[in-house]
């Protein structure tokens, strides 16, 4: 039997109730979480970008349950990770969202399926959120590098463009495309192959209709990361969305990649949502409800995201490491299921 993948499992089916949505169980996902988990806790290769298993948190949508998984697990081929993720999501979307969305899936994701994709690192990877109703929506991520710029919608090829032209050292990295109840659509994130000036955005930004963004985004990036500025190579991502009414920015920061996180990170996010009352709420919940019983901590923050657009201030996303996939439960730790912020989060 597997423990972890067992431990894993539980750990959704629990989260799902204590925040209020449907099981992603009942969906039929866990078998895909038992085959990305076939190493013992604490194994390195788990600590890789995508992580075979994560949780995460929203504010914009924050009573969602919402993971992502990496079919197959670090053991995995590339090949595997893209047919397996993409059957699984298929599946998904077929079942939950009819068949003309599971059709458009199917024509966005062909380049990235077809013949000489050449993916080497990761592969894909498979998202999913639920809220009380069921699956609120499925996506699939898939490395996309340049040669797939082409393959890439007009609006968002045209948006890509205009992102390397303006940020040197930009290069695409993965493509993520998202299947909702009533909407589709695709994500272009790209790494960072340069030092990151939070400074050097506002140019990009304005040109992408968000410069009157950029202030309060430096702002939120410079208080949780303790007025840094600048970020090392490979340390950030960016991820463009064609949205209604304009481009949605987001900035991702790999904490595994900085060399100085503040500690405790927990507190400086609470704080951050401070004149939020209800976000603040939904953070304590979600954070209790991924504290699984026996552990010290809930786990470790990986990445913390920034999201703004043309109507939307900067709101907050975190990406969970669960502590399962980093410790073996202890029943002696002393430690209570939910002690707050401070003493079950790692950073």
């Keep these: 039997m597997n423990d972890l993948a067992s431990r894993a499992t539980g750990l959704l089916d629990r989260a799902s109730r204590a925040i209020g949505t449907a099981s992603p169980l009942d969906a039929g996902l866990g078998p895909l979480v038992y085959e990305a988990l076939p190493l013992e806790p604490g194994d390195p290769r788990y600590f890789g970008h995508p992580e075979p298993f994560w949780a995460d948190f929203s504010e914009l949508a924050p009573r969602n349950l919402a993971f992502g998984v990496e079919p197959g ?28 969305a599971a059709a458009w899936l199917d ?36 490395e996309w590098g340049p040669s797939l710029m082409d393959a890439l919608p007009a609006h968002l090829y045209r948006t890509a463009r205009t992102a390397m032209t303006h940020l040197p050292g930009l290069r695409p990295s993965f493509s993520t495309i998202h299947v909702d109840r ?82 405790p990170l927990a507190p400086l996010l609470q704080m951050q949502m401070a004149e939020r009352p209800a976000s603040v709420r939904e953070w304590n919940e979600w954070l209790a409800a991924f504290t699984q019983e026996g552990h010290r901590r809930v786990g470790s923050f990986s990445v913390v995201s ?9 709101r907050l996303e975190v ?12 029943a002696d730790d002393g430690v209570p299921a939910w002690a707050g912020p401070e003493a079950m989060v790692a950073r």
């Design 73 to 100: 697990g670090p053991l995995a081929s590339a090949d595997y990770w893209i047919g397996e993720a993409t059957d699984a999501v298929r599946r998904l979307v077929a079942q939950n969202m009819g068949r003309e």
């Design 107 to 142: 024509c966005r994701s062909e380049e990235a399926r077809g013949s000489g994709y050449g993916a080497s690192s990761w592969g894909a990877a498979v998202g999913a959120s639920f809220d009380r109703k069921g699956l609120k929506s499925a996506a699939v991520s898939y």
């Design 182 to 263: 009533t909407t589709g659509s695709q994500l272009l994130t790209f790494e960072t192959t340069n030092a990151l000036s939070l400074a050097g955005l506002e140019p990009l930004m304005r040109e992408l209709g968000l410069g009157h963004r950029h202030a309060a985004l430096m702002s939120v990036c410079g208080f949780v990361l303790g007025a840094r500025f600048v970020l090392p190579p490979g340390a950030a991502t960016i991820t463009l969305r064609p949205a209604r009414g304009g481009i949605e920015f987001r900035l991702d920061v790999d904490l595994d990649r900085l060399p100085d996180v503040p500690e």
């Design 306 to 314: 920034i999201v703004v657009g043309p109507d939307q201030p900067p």
């Design 319 to 330: 990406h969970l490491r669960p502590a399962i996939l980093e410790e073996e439960p202890d």
